[in-house]
């Protein structure tokens, strides 16, 4: 039985895989500070955080794990003016304890932040041109675990998702378009649109995701190192607004649009490079998807 271990596998994406993973006869453990809240006998949590290193090699070991995927991020999304040094060190001493013990490392990158501005769909060989620090993080991140790797002679797979939603996710958060917007459709609170409402994103359901990671992730030899991982198209703000008030005939809304500068005007991904080696999967269309995610809030009762 093969063992994969999730680093900060308790949180959105984490807890997707994990269960998709479970699913697929593996022992899964996450290595989060936070209790993921899944229930299986191949499912082992470790309670830990970024820098707990004596903990993280412990957990290593014991658990003799050859396939890491490194969810975990400790810098702010939207935080403005952070100094990162500090924190990617954090990071880099975490990376090279893991490289000690594992067989391969499957990174999860940023498809929306390390590409910068532009008017045509992202391909991975697309000069990187981050304008926040998160960004920045994540490429130099990326950077790092490629040299590693190629020292130790180690396997390496970096993927970079576009803009996830579906269950799991935070509603009352400050990440996730789509699932802050139900949060306040279902808590009754106003809209707020950062920018005119007209910038495009590449959204992608959770379980096309997954479905694109698992492939990736079981492939025994892959061309490349770096992967996108989207849906190919775009939905303005706007849009996403449009299919998810028309949910709820009863919410009257509130739209508020604030002024944000240095907003990416339009981000999509080119998945030809994925695709050149499966089947384009048969994407959740937007409106489907929404639908799906709002419905298992009210069954939840979040």
Same mark, same amino acid.
């Given at each position: 039985?093969?063992?994969?271990?999730?680093?900060?596998?308790?949180g959105?994406?984490g807890?997707?895989?994990?269960?998709?993973?479970?699913?697929?006869?593996?022992?899964?453990? &996450?290595?989060?500070?936070?209790? @993921?809240?899944?229930?299986?006998?191949? #499912?082992?949590?470790?309670?830990?955080?970024?820098g707990?290193?004596?903990?993280?090699?412990?957990?290593?070991?014991?658990?003799?794990?050859?396939?890491? %995927?490194y969810? %975990?991020?400790?810098? @702010?999304? !939207?935080?403005?003016?952070?100094?990162?040094?500090?924190?990617?060190?954090?990071?880099?001493?975490?990376i090279? &304890?893991?490289?000690?013990y594992?067989?391969?490392?499957?990174?999860?990158?940023?498809?929306?932040?390390?590409?910068?501005?532009? $008017?045509?769909?992202?391909s991975?060989?697309?000069?990187?041109? @981050? &304008?926040c620090?998160?960004?920045?993080?994540?490429?130099?991140?990326?950077?790092?675990? /490629?040299? #590693? $790797?190629?020292?130790?002679?180690?396997?390496?797979?970096?993927?970079?998702?576009?803009?996830?939603?579906?269950?799991y996710?935070?509603?009352?958060?400050?990440?996730?378009?789509?699932?802050?917007? /139900?949060? !306040?459709?279902?808590?009754?609170?106003?809209?707020?649109?950062?920018?005119?409402?007209?910038?495009?994103?590449?959204?992608?359901?959770?379980?096309?995701?997954c479905?694109m990671?698992?492939? =990736?992730?079981?492939?025994?030899?892959?061309?490349?190192?770096?992967? +996108?991982i989207?849906?190919?198209?775009?939905? $303005?703000?706007?849009q996403?607004?449009?299919?998810?008030v028309?949910?709820?005939?009863?919410?009257? @809304?509130?739209?508020?649009?604030?002024?944000?500068?240095?907003?990416?005007?339009? +981000?999509? =991904?080119?998945?030809?490079?994925?695709?050149?080696?499966?089947?384009?999967?048969?994407?959740?269309?937007?409106?489907?998807g929404?639908?799906?995610?709002?419905?298992?809030?009210?069954?939840?009762? &979040?």
């Amino acid at each position: 039985m093969k063992t994969v271990m999730l680093f900060g596998g308790a949180g959105f994406i984490g807890k997707n895989i994990a269960k998709t993973l479970l699913n697929l006869n593996f022992k899964v453990v &996450i290595f989060d500070r936070s209790d @993921p809240e899944l229930e299986h006998e191949r #499912l082992v949590y470790v309670n830990g955080s970024l820098g707990d290193l004596d903990t993280l090699r412990d957990a290593l070991k014991e658990h003799s794990v050859l396939e890491f %995927v490194y969810l %975990v991020n400790n810098i @702010p999304v !939207n935080a403005g003016g952070v100094n990162i040094d500090d924190l990617l060190e954090i990071n880099k001493k975490s990376i090279e &304890i893991i490289y000690q013990y594992v067989n391969r490392l499957v990174f999860f990158s940023s498809g929306g932040r390390v590409y910068g501005q532009g $008017s045509l769909a992202h391909s991975e060989e697309d000069a990187l041109i @981050p &304008i926040c620090a998160y960004g920045t993080s994540k490429v130099i991140l990326e950077e790092f675990i /490629l040299d #590693l $790797s190629a020292k130790n002679n180690k396997k390496t797979l970096i993927l970079r998702p576009s803009n996830p939603y579906g269950p799991y996710q935070n509603i009352y958060g400050n990440q996730g378009l789509i699932s802050i917007i /139900l949060g !306040n459709i279902i808590s009754g609170k106003k809209i707020e649109i950062w920018g005119s409402g007209d910038e495009v994103r590449d959204y992608i359901y959770i379980d096309d995701l997954c479905l694109m990671f698992l492939n =990736l992730f079981l492939a025994e030899e892959l061309p490349h190192h770096i992967y +996108n991982i989207g849906s190919g198209r775009g939905c $303005s703000t706007n849009q996403i607004v449009d299919i998810c008030v028309a949910l709820n005939d009863s919410f009257k @809304p509130n739209i508020v649009h604030k002024e944000a500068t240095n907003l990416v005007r339009k +981000n999509i =991904l080119n998945i030809g490079r994925y695709t050149s080696i499966f089947s384009e999967p048969e994407f959740i269309p937007i409106d489907r998807g929404i639908k799906e995610y709002y419905h298992f809030l009210l069954r939840m009762k &979040i």
